[in-house]
């Protein structure tokens, strides 16, 4: 039967992304615990682990079409959220290849590749796309095939390439990103880019990590989760349009927080790729506002714990200064201390009306 | 906005020659470099005349030293200089940071690589700030705020450096709410 798109939504202006009952209860909430501080959480990304997003390379929802649209609307704005330098042409093949692979592998009443050599058939139905293309040949498609694919996927990307026993940001596109600029960004080392993060160099998060993935292996994909929460439910929280998102966050109230309030989640996937050795990282963004968490008894309390006992630093580098005091008094009131499972599964099967 | 220290920016050195360089070329946007080679080797230097030369080029006081009217001057001659360069050029960079780093991306575009470019920070602190939401590069900035020659928005000087763009992160401080800025601090000069 497939998806049922939602094909009217909206991130921006009047923000009527909305997420149904069943999108709530796959929500890959990215708590485990009752404390959050950053470690080194990856792990290796297969089906196991709490939430069914995890379960193909590249999860689809129902927010595919509205997701693409929106990726076209600021890539017309601001065409520069998609670059990748030259010498990473054949990482960009490598992320065709592999986006089309998994694609029609793992939704194939959607999308279906057919390849004869290197003459490629993509059939893309909830977008309406069929195009022939020769693989290798970057003039047989309308635009780069990095752009090209990723324009056709949820969630952000970032080529990345290795030498000098480091990883370098050499590409990417960035249109639904959390506060950095791919602009800025781009061509930076692994501890470059990170640089803003507070804490986490220092307790050496980030050494490690990047010692893990320098290591990691073709067809052994690892992920992680990321997190901070966002006015509205607005995808492009991009620093270049900052001065246009920025006021959102003075006008949340204790009487609209529950509807206003959205906890952004990434779902980061690293993989390597076959002929580059470049490692593709996807940033894939889930959005649930604070009234469709509270529907689920174990992570309402869990985020209350959560936030009421986040380190000051992040929560000023996640930008939530202006309510987090008023998301916590509001979560208290709703939790009763009681001990709850490890892990981040809802723990329920239905959601109240 | 309480950034520490500035893991995207290099912690700078003192210029010593490599020795493993069969021709070594420093380039300085001022007259005033310090750099000791060994008796035995030669280096070529390039630097910028001082702004009191108003446009003139400097005499050279000797053959292996060449004057230039600014650092766009002389990064231009560069760039022409090291397309007809081949392998065992060393180039050692001194000056203010923007320099440094315009400087090293027209090496890299021309094919030298990290190994063969040293850059030492002298002059002026003061920050060149690349707006992140037009674009626009402002120069010479020695404050925590500047005003945007390009959007006039009031932007907060971040501490993280981009050594493609050569400049610092520029964000509008008052975006959340209008006309919240703090006073601007001197803090780079
Ligand atoms: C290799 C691909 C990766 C890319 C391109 C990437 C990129 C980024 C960027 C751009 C930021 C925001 C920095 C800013 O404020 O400007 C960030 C934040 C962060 N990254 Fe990564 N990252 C990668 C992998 C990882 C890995 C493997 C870890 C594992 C520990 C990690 C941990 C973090 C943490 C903890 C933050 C702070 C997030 C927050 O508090 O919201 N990153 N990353």
Redesign the pocket.
């Known amino acids: 039967m497939g998806i049922q798109f939602k094909t009217d939504e909206t991130f921006r202006d009047d923000f009527s992304y909305r997420n149904s009952d069943a999108a709530i209860l796959r929500f890959p909430f990215p708590f485990g615990e009752d404390k959050y501080m ?5 792990e290796p990304h297969g089906k196991a682990g709490g939430s069914p997003a995890f379960d193909h390379a590249f999860d689809v929802d129902e927010h595919y079409v509205a997701e693409c649209r929106e990726r076209a609307i600021v890539l017309d704005h601001d065409p520069k959220r998609c670059q990748v330098l030259p010498h990473m042409m054949p990482a960009e093949w490598d992320t065709l290849e592999l986006l089309m692979e998994s694609l029609s592998t793992d939704y194939p009443e959607h999308f279906s590749l057919t390849r004869d050599g290197t003459a490629w058939h993509w059939i893309n139905r909830p977008l309406g796309l069929d195009r022939r293309f020769v693989f290798g040949d970057a003039s047989t498609l309308p635009c780069g095939p990095f752009e090209y694919i990723t324009r056709q996927a949820q969630g952000d990307f ?1 080529l ?1 390439d290795q030498r000098d026993d480091n ?1 370098y ?1 050499d590409g ?1 596109m960035v249109t639904t ?6 602009e ?2 781009i061509g930076m080392s ?1 501890h470059e ?6 804490l ?1 160099h220092e307790i050496g ?2 050494d ?3 010692q ?2 320098l290591r990691l292996q073709y067809g052994h994909p ?1 992920r ?1 989760l ?3 929460m966002t006015i509205n439910p607005r995808l492009d929280t991009s ?1 270049e349009n900052y001065p246009d998102w920025g006021p959102d966050r003075t006008t949340v109230t204790a009487e609209n927080i529950a509807g206003k309030l959205h906890l952004r989640v ?1 779902l ?1 996937t ?1 993989f390597r790729l076959p002929r580059s050795n470049a ?1 593709l ?1 996807g ?1 894939r963004c889930y959005l649930i506002s604070l009234q469709d968490i509270e529907r689920v008894e174990k992570w309402r309390k869990r985020l209350h714990r959560v936030l009421a006992t986040l380190p000051p630093e ?1 929560v000023e ?2 930008g939530l200064t202006r309510f987090h005091h008023m998301a916590v008094s509001r979560l208290a009131a709703m939790d009763d201390g009681a001990p709850l499972s490890l892990g981040i599964q809802p723990d329920q099967a239905r959601l109240p009306a | 906005m309480s950034d520490q220290s500035i893991k995207s920016r290099p912690v700078y050195q003192s210029l010593a020659m490599d020795l493993s360089g069969l021709r070594h070329l420093l380039v300085s946007d001022s007259p005033a470099y310090r750099f000791e080679a060994p008796p035995d080797r030669e280096v070529e230097v390039w630097f910028v005349a001082a702004p009191d030369q108003e446009g003139r080029i400097p005499p050279s006081g000797t053959v292996r030293e060449r004057g230039f009217r600014s650092p766009r001057h002389l990064i231009d001659r560069l760039d022409h200089r090291l397309a007809q360069e081949r392998m065992g050029l060393r180039l050692y960079v001194s000056g203010t940071e923007g320099f440094l780093w315009d400087v090293f991306n027209t090496a890299q575009r021309a094919g030298m690589t990290r190994q063969e470019i040293f850059q030492c920070q002298s002059g002026t602190q003061a920050r060149r700030v690349a707006c992140v939401h037009c674009r626009t590069f402002n120069h010479g900035v020695t404050t925590t705020i500047v005003r945007c020659d390009g959007c006039g928005a009031n932007l907060f000087v971040r501490d ?1 450096f981009s050594r493609r763009l050569s400049a610092f992160m520029g964000v509008k401080i008052d975006a959340e709410v209008a006309g919240e800025v703090p006073p601007a601090e001197q803090a780079y000069s």
């Open positions: 950053y470690s080194v959480n990856i970032t990345q990883l940001v990417g990103q959390a506060d950095w600029s791919l800025f960004d692994f880019w990170h640089g803003p993060v507070p986490a998060v980030f490690r990590a990047l893990y993935l690892v992680r990321n997190w901070t620093p990434e980061q690293l490692i990282f940033i992040l580098y996640k | 993280h």
